[in-house]
């Protein structure tokens, strides 16, 4: 038909740091655990994967309330070490709502230069897989209109840049500050 | 914190035209049939719909395979009298997966001027869910990045202008052409 | 075509005390707890609601680690007050698999010569509605087979009187003694 | 505690003849088929496995409608040349809803004098999985109490002699007659 100007799959870089998103029920102990591994968003993300150049990286897998400076310092150095073949490639930062924005302003004052947008879940996608793909779909639309360098979140619906979108604990629910 | 340049909620004009996106089973005759309503796109957009104002229209609801030159021309009439709070907000378009590209040229033959980001599913949302989602979350997140005017297919975790990507038939997968 | 014996609903009494089969997730507060109200159940029995008769009950709404000797005499006393159209209808209990045992044992001292099905899950229904419903399948299966009035527990597949099953902890599953 | 009258596992024969409850969606021609393997049983018994001897046949893998006398007969066979171990062990069949009745006929004439146990669903286990969970706990809960030999129609919360219990066409439920 016509000559495509699209490479036949799209290079993203998706950091798996934990979050509500991995929690998995532990039958044994009746506990809600962030899971230690990547088996979650390969589920997701099962239906789109033949057009997706992915390198998937594992990280700290933490409730983001246990998330510390240093655990930040490491998600931006693995930013920073992107294999060759993916250093202008967008990242996704799977990432607990609660801090969010810490991380957000973390990886800000890097000056990294690149798309970097941030999501998560308010319930695990063992529970609810809508909402967790929802915004694995937000994290994968918003990269493929290549907007400018930033870092964004991408929650509820939207996406927008880290310093005009906050949760609201109260409700619940990520909105416009 | 900052004040925010993004408005309290964002909006969007939804078109339900059906497809396999939106089939449901029938007990009673054992067939799966494109559902006469918009609860699957309610349902699956529940926790957005907060930060979403959504203007949902439903209309022909068929099988792609039934679709007509006079249902392109029903769809593109109703992108032309949008109320008029929504007339310059990002157009999503449920479809089947078979002729997504005969509407897309339709309409891009229309001279619209607007962002119109078409999906679907290969799987009904009833079966799969997660596809679903993955899709509709595609169309927000690329809508959100405020792209250039344009007909757009978001399916199988890329969003291309509708020209440069198409469905592969024999692997049921969306590629670039 | 036959004149049937059986009646043309199935008249049970189903009472909930609560446990992990009713837990879901709080995502204000990231807990997992158990629901003060019955609609797992009514959820889970939508199917088979046209031909059962059933006396739902809701009582304690507690992990059964929680339950106390009180709280066992409490479900006794509901057994003993039912509805008269009720008083020889099975009894299905639904409970934290922790205690199950304790619950039974109470329940056999007070000699109510019913016929009492003891069931739950080690998985939310909210997370696993495959094994919660395989559960009541078998209580409402075991029941209709007319057995002989006694304690039963109904788990993993069987239902075997309360003191030749019971829980091994270490594996997360339900043995014969 | 006690000394178990029961033995570790419960041995169950489960002939799997197809029917809706092992419809899958293919993507590829938009159809509803019927599986051609055993793994929805296989993955709705999950739970249920470790305290199951099963002995899992399949035969036929038929929309119901399609099903013959001479289908039937190798039904009735497979019950017939049952394993030594599981020859007196009770036999679940799953199979399609509308011809159920004929088939218990079939067996009934063939005086097997055995518990057999016929169940399905009104819709594919990949659609709901609560009503064919619940119809396969049915089954195993009626099998657990030692029934008599019969054979019997297990759905929608019941469990009957076949004579006595039939789909209600109009309806899409199961009722006595």
Same mark, same amino acid.
């Given at each position: 038909?016509?000559?495509?100007?699209?490479?036949? +799959?799209? =290079? /993203?870089? $998706? *950091?798996?740091?934990?979050? !509500?998103?991995?929690?998995?029920?532990?039958? #044994?102990?009746?506990?809600?655990?962030?899971?230690?591994?990547?088996?979650?968003?390969?589920?997701?993300?099962?239906?789109?994967?033949?057009?997706?150049?992915?390198?998937?990286?594992?990280?700290?897998?933490?409730?983001?309330?246990?998330?510390?400076?240093?655990?930040?310092?490491?998600?931006?150095?693995?930013?920073?070490?992107?294999?060759?073949?993916?250093? +202008?490639? =967008? /990242?996704? $930062? *799977?990432?607990?709502?609660? !801090?969010?924005?810490?991380?957000?302003?973390? #990886?800000?004052?890097?000056?990294?230069?690149?798309?970097?947008?941030?999501?998560?879940?308010?319930?695990?996608?063992?529970?609810?897989?809508?909402?967790?793909?929802?915004?694995?779909?937000?994290?994968?639309?918003?990269?493929?209109?290549?907007?400018?360098?930033?870092?964004?979140?991408?929650?509820?619906?939207?996406?927008?840049?880290?310093?005009?979108?906050?949760?609201?604990?109260?409700?619940?629910?990520?909105?416009?500050?």
């Amino acid at each position: 038909m016509s000559t495509s100007n699209s490479p036949s +799959s799209f =290079p /993203v870089v $998706i *950091i798996n740091t934990g979050g !509500t998103f991995n929690k998995r029920y532990q039958p #044994l102990t009746g506990l809600l655990t962030v899971a230690n591994d990547e088996r979650t968003i390969e589920e997701l993300l099962h239906s789109a994967s033949p057009n997706l150049d992915m390198h998937l990286i594992g990280l700290i897998h933490k409730d983001s309330l246990d998330m510390t400076q240093s655990d930040r310092a490491l998600i931006c150095a693995s930013i920073r070490n992107s294999l060759p073949a993916f250093n +202008s490639a =967008p /990242v996704i $930062i *799977i990432h607990g709502t609660d !801090t969010m924005h810490e991380t957000a302003l973390f #990886l800000d004052e890097e000056n990294l230069n690149r798309v970097i947008v941030i999501t998560g879940a308010m319930r695990p996608a063992e529970i609810d897989p809508v909402e967790a793909s929802l915004h694995l779909g937000l994290t994968l639309g918003f990269a493929a209109a290549n907007p400018p360098p930033g870092i964004y979140i991408a929650m509820h619906g939207r996406v927008l840049p880290y310093a005009e979108y906050r949760k609201n604990r109260t409700l619940g629910v990520f909105q416009t500050t």
